[in-house]
């Protein structure tokens, strides 16, 4: 990638921008090295002044070493000393309330005012892990219940005490789609959204925000929007840093497992598994740094969005890098 790929003169961003990382795992190396990679791009992204930096769970999916953000979480915001510290996110349908809350009173306990708790309710990638996760339906009304739990722990409210006590709870925001979107807006939260609904009809935000519900965490409605952004010299390599994330997204869909990235693709690509790469990079927002500000600026003009969290991987993580430090050169504000 060329220094250039974020030159001088270009416009910010109009909204902070953070990052999102997934611990995605690659051929050639062990599992293990994903979650190192994960922390030394959390450094480095406190030293770009990044605002946020958020892991995920994922339970035994080959292509993701992360499946316990608040381990993961706890490193991170040991090896940093600034940058918020999120999980994008804790998934309700696999752990009990009190737990959560514990866990997220632990972390604030030890990193005072820089954990961000986002919770989501997805359940395991294959009915394999559904099962082995013991939860095969959660559906939104679980969900809701399940927040109002972790709140009234958080809050000393619960028929238990969480500890530690005398923390501050961290904020929490939902990981939202359709339904978690009424969910959020009924306990006045902010969201998080991604995928699709970015591309598509807005109605969902809409609807979000008219009946959302101020709340002592929230006093009006926020969304954060969630996509793969990458920057590179020209648009054609920035399409190409992103077709390993692709690949795998094509081949999940054909195996019913998500593998590890690779530097080239499979020997065979079908219509169809080419149909979801393309669909896949359309997601995404690539390209220069002048194309990627003016296709975010306008996404985030289109959403109302009050900051950006992207969520990119690439096999070569140094080109990653590279487009890390391209994506900080546009934020709308940060550590610095």
């Known amino acids: 990638m060329d220094d250039d790929a974020a030159r001088p003169g270009t416009a910010r961003l109009p909204v902070p921008v953070s990052l999102l990382d997934r611990s995605r795992t690659r051929r050639g190396e062990a599992p293990g090295d994903a979650l190192l990679g994960t922390v030394e791009r959390a450094r480095r992204a406190e030293e770009l002044g990044f605002r946020r930096f958020w892991v995920a769970e994922h339970h035994a999916v080959p292509g993701i070493a992360s499946g316990s953000p608040p381990v993961l979480m706890a490193e991170v915001a040991a090896r ?6 999120g999980s994008g996110g804790v998934m309700l349908a696999h752990h009990r309330p009190i737990v959560v809350a514990e866990q997220a009173r632990m972390l604030e306990a030890l990193h005072p005012g820089r954990i961000d708790l986002g919770l989501g309710r997805s359940l ?61 807006a009924r306990l006045g939260l902010p969201v998080v959204v991604g995928g699709p609904l970015l591309r598509g009809d807005l109605e969902p935000l809409s609807a979000y925000r008219e009946a959302f519900r101020p709340s002592d965490r929230c006093a009006e409605p926020q969304v954060i929007i969630s996509l793969d952004v ?67 600026t306008r996404l985030v003009e289109r959403t109302g969005a009050v900051e950006v969290l992207a969520s990119t991987s690439t096999y070569d993580r140094d080109a990653l890098a590279q487009a890390d430090a391209a994506l900080a050169a546009l934020r709308g504000d940060g550590l610095t």
């Open 230 to 296: 990458m920057i590179a010299a020209t648009r054609q390599e920035a399409r190409e840093l992103l077709l390993p994330e692709a690949w795998a997204m094509a081949e999940s869909r054909a195996t019913g497992a998500f593998p590890p990235l690779r530097p080239d693709p499979p020997e065979r690509l079908t219509a169809r598994q080419e149909g979801v790469v393309e669909q896949q990079l359309a997601l995404s927002v690539h390209g220069t740094a002048e194309d990627v500000t003016h296709e975010l």
């Open 124 to 184: 395991g990638f294959t009915a394999p892990v559904r099962r082995a996760l013991g939860v095969e339906r959660y559906g939104p009304e679980r969900f809701a219940e399940d927040l109002a739990a972790v709140f009234a722990y958080l809050d000393d409210d619960g028929p238990v005490t969480a500890m530690p006590r005398g923390v501050d709870p961290p904020p929490v925001l939902v990981l939202a789609t359709g339904s978690g979107l009424g969910v959020a």
């Open 80 to 85: 940093t000393s600034r940058i918020r510290v």
